[in-house]
């Protein structure tokens, strides 16, 4: 298996516009989880799905992110209109839901917001 | 909700030293404790787990404790090595989400 793989892997844009990260979980994982990394505050949880479903989105910052998961090998973040305190390290996680089960992360994505 | 905190957020170790980071919880439900290892500009990568029926795991260098009646977890590294440099983060999970502390920074001085 490639593991999680997450795409664009840097992504640089102007404050206002759309941008979109995608997540594409290891086979067979049905926990979904997004996660954004910064400096200031730390590894935090934007939401998590569990079999496709968002089970907890308490994470997300305002109504300008939003997340999807449309089946099982598939999940978007998207962020819309951006800002620069967007700017950050966002971290797709996938795993088989259950206790004990090892949480697998993805690459990332660094965005930059100007 | 469950609050994991972690000490210290910063540490540096001699090469050869051991070091000791240490993390609370407040979810008594929470029985799973990973340990992930993340070098700059890398994903956080699990090194070590422990579930609540065990009090101690090691693997090499790296051991967990774990006391779930004081809600308290360690993570040992003995003869630390520079590429042991790196941000360790300690994390909870009662089979749901997973609940991470805020991160320590080690340096391993050559």
């Known amino acids: 298996d490639a593991g999680v793989i997450q795409s664009p892997r840097h992504e640089v844009t102007e404050m206002g516009q759309e941008v979109t990260l995608r997540c594409k979980p290891i086979s067979g994982h049905n926990s979904l989880f997004w996660y954004r990394q910064t400096m200031m505050r730390g590894l935090e949880l934007l939401i998590y799905f569990n079999n496709n479903v968002p089970i907890d989105d308490s994470g997300m910052p305002e109504d300008r992110f939003s997340a999807k998961m449309p089946n099982a090998s598939f999940s978007t973040l998207k962020i819309q209109p951006s800002e620069p305190r967007d700017s950050a390290v966002y971290f797709c996680?996938?795993?088989?839901w259950g206790v004990g089960n090892e949480q697998f992360f993805g690459p990332g994505t660094r965005l930059t917001v100007l | 909700g469950e609050n994991v905190e972690q000490h210290p957020s910063t540490l540096s170790v001699q090469e050869g030293d051991s070091a000791v980071i240490k993390c609370t919880y407040s979810?008594?439900?929470?029985?799973?404790f990973p340990w992930y290892k993340q070098e700059l500009g890398k994903r956080p990568q699990l090194i070590i787990d422990i579930r609540s029926n065990v009090g101690e795991k090691k693997d090499q260098r790296i051991a967990v404790t774990l006391n779930k009646t004081a809600k308290h977890f360690s993570l040992h590294i003995t003869e630390t090595q520079p590429e042991d440099s790196a941000v360790y983060f300690c994390?909870?999970?009662?089979?749901?989400?997973?609940?991470f502390g805020t991160g320590t920074s080690l340096t391993v001085i050559p």
């Open positions: 994390a909870t999970n009662t089979g749901n989400q997973f609940y």
């Open positions: 979810d008594s439900a929470s029985n799973y």
């Open positions: 996680a996938s795993t088989l």
